[in-house]
């Protein structure tokens, strides 16, 4: 019968180190592979989910087309407008948290509608993590064409005079809030008509079914362009660059009146930390182009408003509580 062979103890020790030796490669290897993924983020097309049409679009094609050049991949920009902008928040906050699903929202999503609904399909501060701030913006107070007024003055008398007539249109919280901060300020009645987007609304302020809208300004410009409406004041704390001769809600005689909105950008919670730092490099990057500059001056009447993911937090928390301040003053309950 042969005798049965016991390992010696120096084998045993020889196989210890195998074994400890094994385990750092592997534990190195799956160390290593993340951080390698990360490292070529993006590898494939990334898609700005964007919350609203105008200008929230025409500002994520601008950046899209920058962030595409810098980043070696190409920019989808889909654009799911309704329920001022939960359609898409409430998208992007299910998808898959990999960085290739981005949320263009506003002080809408972000913001505002904390204070108009009560309840959404999304949570503005759990469900996302903060990318960076884009641009802020500011409104045009335009009316229709044949609207029997020439300055912001005539327009209060005329609403004075028909308390509750004359109406206005609106889809975001932002040109919704421009006409009820107006009203609240000036002690007039007006008569709000919901949208679905803002074109929309100044589509029938074009067609002289609606009396006027304190639309932002890429909307308000084309429209008055058009010859359909004209342009009484801004909502900006100062005369706009584009515009010299348009004065400002406050020049034109209500004190105190400034209002505007912004942009940012998100992704869904549980996104990577380095593919958070990849895209905030990105969108600074972009918003510091000379060309994106260029149209959000020119073509938005807005600034570049590049922030922190931490910065962009603080940010939002703080303008939830001045939007809810605004929208209760104004009368307007949750929903």
Same mark, same amino acid.
């Given at each position: ?5 016991? %390992? ?25 592979? #993340?951080? &390698? ?18 200008? %929230? ?16 991949? $190409? ?42 609904? @009560? @309840?959404? #399909? ?11 701030? /884009? ?6 107070? /335009? ?19 028909? %308390? ?112 958070? @730092? ?7 990057? =972009?918003? =510091?182009? #000379? @060309? ?13 408003? %590049? ?15 001045? &939007?809810?301040?605004?929208? $209760?003053?104004?009368? /307007?309950?949750?929903?």
């Amino acid at each position: 019968m042969r005798s049965r062979a016991y %390992p010696t103890a120096s084998s045993r020790m020889k196989g210890d180190k195998m074994l400890r030796y094994l385990a750092g490669l592997l534990l190195a290897f799956f160390s290593w592979c #993340p951080a &390698w993924a990360q490292g070529t983020y993006p590898s494939k097309p990334i898609t700005f989910v964007v919350c609203c049409n105008g200008l %929230p679009e025409a500002v994520s094609r601008a950046l899209a087309d920058e962030i595409g050049k810098f980043s070696g991949q $190409s920019i989808i920009v889909q654009s799911k407008p309704g329920v001022n902008g939960s359609l898409a928040a409430a998208y992007v906050a299910r998808s898959v948290p990999d960085g290739y699903t981005v949320l263009i929202g506003t002080s809408s999503t972000h913001a505002a509608n904390q204070s108009l609904y @009560k @309840k959404l #399909p999304y949570d503005f501060v759990h469900d996302f993590v903060p990318i960076s701030g /884009i641009s802020k913006g500011y409104l045009g107070l /335009i009316v229709r064409q044949d609207l029997p007024v020439s300055n912001l003055s005539e327009f209060i008398a005329l609403a004075k005079r028909s %308390p509750g007539q004359l109406t206005f249109g609106y889809a975001s919280s932002s040109v919704r809030a421009g006409a009820e901060l107006l009203a609240q300020m000036t002690g007039v009645k007006f008569r709000g008509i919901s949208y679905k987007t803002n074109p929309q609304a100044a589509i029938d302020l074009s067609g002289g079914r609606i009396d006027f809208m304190t639309s932002e300004l890429l909307t308000a410009t084309s429209v008055v362009a058009s010859g359909k409406a004209r342009i009484l004041a801004v909502s900006s704390p100062k005369r706009i660059s584009t515009m010299p001769n348009v004065p400002t809600v406050e020049e034109a005689g209500v004190p105190g009146y400034e209002l505007s909105f912004w942009l940012g950008a998100w992704v869904p919670a549980k996104t990577s930390s380095a593919i958070v @730092k990849r895209l905030n490099g990105l969108f600074v990057q =972009a918003l =510091a182009s #000379p @060309k994106v500059q260029k149209f959000l001056e020119t073509g938005a009447g807005s600034e570049a408003f %590049p922030t922190t993911s931490d910065e962009l937090m603080k940010f939002q928390l703080a303008e939830k509580d001045k &939007w809810h301040r605004i929208l $209760s003053a104004a009368g /307007i309950q949750p929903q």
